[in-house]
């Protein structure tokens, strides 16, 4: 059973630093591309960073660039998404999908089930 898991979703002040987890199940991790998304209430679904399955080139969205940094560890077939100097408007659920390029991650029929992310003082 193909499957993705987030997690290391909180409640963080402004300033703070969180790092989540995509963690899949069924299927290798090394041969997709990993996109990180997130969307808070109200807004539609934006996309934040993406690590390639080729070369792991990593792209960003510019509202987190300098800030987020998506990494990857296949041996524990993890990719990370670590976040620096939070802002409450990151606030949001953020979701990770598989798919074979980083464009075709917003049309990925795997993703996992969201960890929520808070950052309010």
């Known amino acids: 059973q193909v499957q993705l898991v987030e997690s290391g979703g909180g409640l963080v002040q402004p300033g703070g630093s969180l790092r989540l987890s995509c963690a899949a199940s069924g299927f290798t991790l090394d041969y997709y591309a990993i996109g990180w998304f997130r969307q808070a209430p109200g807004k539609e679904r934006e996309g934040v960073s993406c690590?390639?399955?080729?070369?792991?080139?990593?792209y960003y969205a510019d509202s987190v660039k300098g800030r987020f940094t998506i990494s990857r560890d296949n041996a524990k077939n993890t990719v990370y998404l670590q976040m620096n100097s939070l802002k409450p408007e990151d606030t949001a659920v953020y979701s990770c999908?598989?798919?074979?390029?980083?464009?075709?991650?917003?049309?990925?029929?795997?993703w996992g089930q969201g960890t929520q992310v808070t950052v309010s003082s």
């Open positions: 690590i390639s399955s080729s070369d792991d080139s990593t």
């Open positions: 999908a598989a798919a074979r390029v980083c464009g075709a991650t917003i049309d990925s029929d795997y």
